[in-house]
Nanobody, 129 residues
Framework: PLKVVESGGGSVPAGGSLRLSCAAS????????VGWFRQAPGKEREGVAS????????YYADSVKGRFTISQDSAKDTVYLQMNSLKPEDTATYYC???????WGPGSLDTDKQGYTYWGQGTQVTVSS
């Protein structure tokens, strides 16, 4: 099975930046939807951003619009999540997920609508106030 690996998490003060990476063989090849999700202790998993690797479509949760940017590097088979102006409420474990198909528009941020097959192990992001 495909192995998805996240990296780049860490601890930063509020206002700081981090760049998360999601790598997997063939991640950016073909028609895949790659999503970033996060889950804080005691809270439900939240879709953060998604990207359609065969096109230009990108989707963001309202809570991160203007601060986070999802992008891909096809040469490295990697999808990035650049996170700027971080807030304490961004603290969570961040997961990358892959669905071997097109993104279902903004529904790609909802795992009930987008059937992500492969998930990474998660990377912790901690933002201090």
């Amino acid at each position: 099975p495909l192995k998805v690996v996240e990296s780049g998490g860490g601890s930063v003060p509020a206002g700081g930046s981090l760049r998360l990476s999601c790598a997997a063989s063939g991640l950016t090849a073909g028609t895949n939807c790659v999503g970033w999700f996060r889950q804080a202790p005691g809270k439900e998993r939240e879709g953060v951003a998604s990207i359609y690797t065969a096109g230009t479509s990108k989707y963001y949760a309202d809570s991160v619009k203007g601060r986070f940017t999802i992008s891909q590097d096809s040469a490295k088979d990697t999808v990035y999540l650049q996170m700027n102006s971080l807030k304490p409420e961004d603290t969570a474990t961040y997961y990358c997920a892959l669905d071997e198909g097109a993104c279902w528009g903004p529904g790609s941020l909802d795992t009930d609508k987008q059937g992500y097959t492969y998930w990474g192990q998660g990377t912790q992001v901690t933002v201090s106030s």
